[in-house]
């Protein structure tokens, strides 16, 4: 069974940055593309980027360039996305999503999400 | 960017009606276009790729249909556990883009 493990949830200062994890279990990690989606109240869903693990090849949406980096480990099945400089408009869930077959760009599984909230 | 205008934004059906949801994509998407079913405070599930593939699991009372800008989602006797928010999804060319989304109610 595919399962996409995401990280707990996090409040964060106006400022900072986080990182967070989408742990993949049952299918092998390097077969695949990762996806990595925002869904927010008032954007609705936005792709933001994408990450091949097996050559560490990542693709992002112009919007979230220099807001958003995605990294891969391949020892322990785990992609990652680290948010900068994180301001109100980055409060949302978070998302990744594996590939369709191999690197097709639907998403056909998804994580349970990671909430970030931004106050101070 | 390809811009994807979802409609309805709303629609409210009986059980075991017929519901069509449509995308229509800024340009040609060559079929290049997904659905999704979001139930309130879950992530979503992929329901059709390329415009008319099921994926596995998924009832076929579930089907998709289009071709170059417009897209359709069809359900074709509409169900309680239907109600969802749909999305369309065009994933043919970069950045992909999202659909505003459907919410589906039962009357």
């Known amino acids: 069974e595919v399962k996409l493990q995401q990280s707990g949830d996090e409040l964060v200062r106006p400022g900072a940055s986080v990182k967070m994890s989408c742990k993949a279990s049952g299918y092998t990690f390097t077969d695949y593309a990762m996806h990595w989606v925002k869904q927010s109240p008032g954007q609705g869903l936005e792709w933001i980027g994408t990450i091949i693990p097996l050559i560490d090849t990542t693709s992002y949406n112009q919007k979230f360039k220099g807001k958003a980096t995605l990294t891969a480990d391949k020892s322990s099945n785990t992609a990652y996305m680290e948010l900068s400089r994180l301001t109100s408009e980055d409060s949302a869930v978070y998302y990744c999503a594996r590939s369709g077959n191999n690197y097709a760009n639907w998403f056909a599984y998804w994580g349970q999400g990671t909430l970030v909230t931004v106050s101070s | 960017d390809i811009q994807m205008t979802q409609s309805p934004s709303f629609l409210s059906a009986s059980v075991g009606d017929r519901v069509t949801i449509n995308c229509k994509a800024s340009q040609n998407i060559n079929k290049y276009l997904d659905w999704y079913q979001q139930k309130h405070g879950e992530a979503p599930k992929l329901l059709i790729y390329?415009?008319?593939n099921l994926q596995t699991g998924i009832p076929s009372r579930f089907s998709g249909s289009g071709s170059g800008t417009d897209y359709t989602l069809t359900i074709s006797s509409l169900q309680p556990e239907d109600v969802a928010t749909y999305f369309c999804l065009q994933h043919s060319s970069r950045p992909l883009t999202f659909g505003s989304g459907t919410k589906l109610e039962i009357k």
């Open positions: 390329n415009t008319n």
